[in-house]
């Protein structure tokens, strides 16, 4: 038995069989890079830490898929496929029918069985929301960081808790599963506000949760304070980070599937910190953590 439902477990629950994210970048931007509400985009951002590089935007939808098919199939013949909108926030700049003519056009690529898209909780609208939910399979993948509104500011998120929850109802109320993503460690934040942020995660219809540890990429605004001396990141150790993730997987609620824990930027795209080791491996850590008698259950026995 696994210690806690992971993304597969969820995904099992509306395919039959293997599944795979495909990303897909269609030139979207942010509100807080184009100035609508912001300028710069978030301190921490650098898109093409996790871009895969055959998400090339000048490259229709169903190019990068089919590009995206070919490399995985090598391996994996028989895997089937999500398209992940994935790059900026990916319901914004258009309409709704623009928007929904976009996801739909995904399906056209032999082997894509439903969409997931990366967006910000602000930029969500019902009349987005009820085409969305007229698609074959959705998922909307809400990038929400932290349930801190300082720590939102000093981000420059551009956007509240109050916004993430709204959102999430709104997508929940219309039958679409719900992602949320998470950076566990953002400048100021202590374990104790990382842990009201779970648990305010459990009190809202999210179904899947993404989260990982705090990185410094390369070319972004917190990678310049870095250099001068001014981090306020929690820069875990891998021990550090696994410790975390086990009291997180005993405080979200048991329904919550994980997607991830960590994230990988290449090396040449990472300023901090450097852990050296393989997603695999973190993951045996926390089966490590959580095979350890918790201090509630401690407690109980006392």
């Known amino acids: ?19 795979q994210k495909l990303s897909v970048n269609a030139g979207f931007s942010c509100p807080n890079r184009d100035g609508t509400i912001g300028r710069g985009g978030c301190t921490y951002c650098n898109n093409r830490s996790f871009s895969p590089s055959y998400c090339n935007p000048s490259d229709p939808v169903g190019e990068q898929l089919r590009k995206g098919i070919a490399f995985f199939s090598r391996k994996y013949p028989h895997m089937r496929y999500l398209a992940y909108f994935q790059a ?78 709204k959102a999430v109802r709104m997508t929940a109320e219309r039958g679409i599963p719900v992602g949320l993503h998470l950076i566990m460690g953002l400048p100021g934040e202590t374990e104790e506000m990382m842990m009201e942020t779970l648990c305010r995660v459990n009190a809202l219809p999210v179904d899947v949760v993404k989260m990982h540890q705090m ?31 086990a009291k997180a997987v005993r405080t979200l609620r048991p329904d919550i599937a994980i997607d991830r824990f960590v994230s990988q930027a290449p090396p040449e795209m990472l300023t901090a910190p ?3 080791i393989k997603n695999y491996q973190f993951a045996e850590l926390v089966a490590r953590e959580l095979s350890q008698t918790s201090p509630e259950e401690t407690e109980k026995q006392q």
């Open 1 to 19: 038995m696994k210690p806690y439902r992971d993304f597969a477990d969820f995904l099992a629950c509306h395919f039959e069989g293997k599944m």
């Open 88 to 165: 900026y926030t990916s319901t914004y700049g258009a309409s709704a029918e623009a928007l929904a003519a976009l996801y739909r056009s995904a399906f056209d690529t032999p082997g894509i069985e439903g969409v997931v898209i990366g967006t910000r909780p602000d930029c969500v609208s019902p009349a987005l929301l009820d085409a969305i939910a007229a698609l074959p399979w959705a998922m909307v993948e809400y990038g929400a960081e932290s349930s801190h509104d300082a720590t939102l500011r000093a981000v420059n998120r551009g956007h509240t808790w109050a916004a993430t929850e």
């Open 215 to 245: 990185q410094i990429h390369e070319g972004t605004a917190m990678a310049e304070a870095y250099l001068r001396g001014e981090n306020r990141a929690r820069l875990w150790t891998p021990e550090e980070y696994a410790r975390f993730c």
């Open 274 to 276: 450097r852990w050296g």
